[in-house]
């Protein structure tokens, strides 16, 4: 077993922060009221994940950012093990989750609070939010 899959969950890191316009504000600053925020089409209810000013699916500009369950699977994960970014600990998990509301609602994010070794594809996982200046908070997730 390589160092990478024993390493222990890393702590919170100087990730760098995304800027904050009227478009991405309900995804970086919504969990402020611990949810994750993501826009769903008024008129078909479809979620919409990245940002886009249409629905993909009906084309409507009835969108709106709406609380998520937070909550989905592991679709698929890699470890980065190189020190890409200065003051970012290495190893860390990229992952792909699907959230739980609709097939094809995915977002990256990191697992900093689950152990590498234990991440898999099919990992029940929740949100978290790691708090940072700015009233950015970043949604992450870990282990169910
Ligand atoms: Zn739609």
């Known amino acids: 077993m390589s160092d990478t899959a ?27 009221d611990g949810n994750l925020h993501l826009l769903q089409c008024g008129a078909c ?9 249409r629905c993909p699916k009906c084309r409507s500009a009835d969108i709106a950012p709406q609380p998520v369950s937070g909550r989905g699977h592991v679709v698929g994960f890699t470890v980065n093990a190189q020190p890409w970014i200065p003051g970012v600990e290495v190893p860390y998990v990229v992952a792909m989750v699907q959230l739980d509301e609709q097939p ?15 991440v898999h594809i099919g990992q029940r996982v929740k949100v978290f939010f790691e708090p940072n200046p700015n009233d950015i908070f970043l949604p992450l997730f870990e282990a169910e």
């Open 104 to 118: 094809d609602l995915r977002m990256v994010t990191n697992m900093p609070r689950t152990p590498i070794a234990d």
């Open 45 to 53: 209810k479809t979620w919409i994940h990245p940002y886009a000013a």
């Open 6 to 32: 024993t390493a222990a969950p890393k702590a919170a890191s100087r990730r760098a922060l995304p800027r904050i316009t009227e478009v991405n504000a309900y995804f970086w600053c919504g969990g402020a």
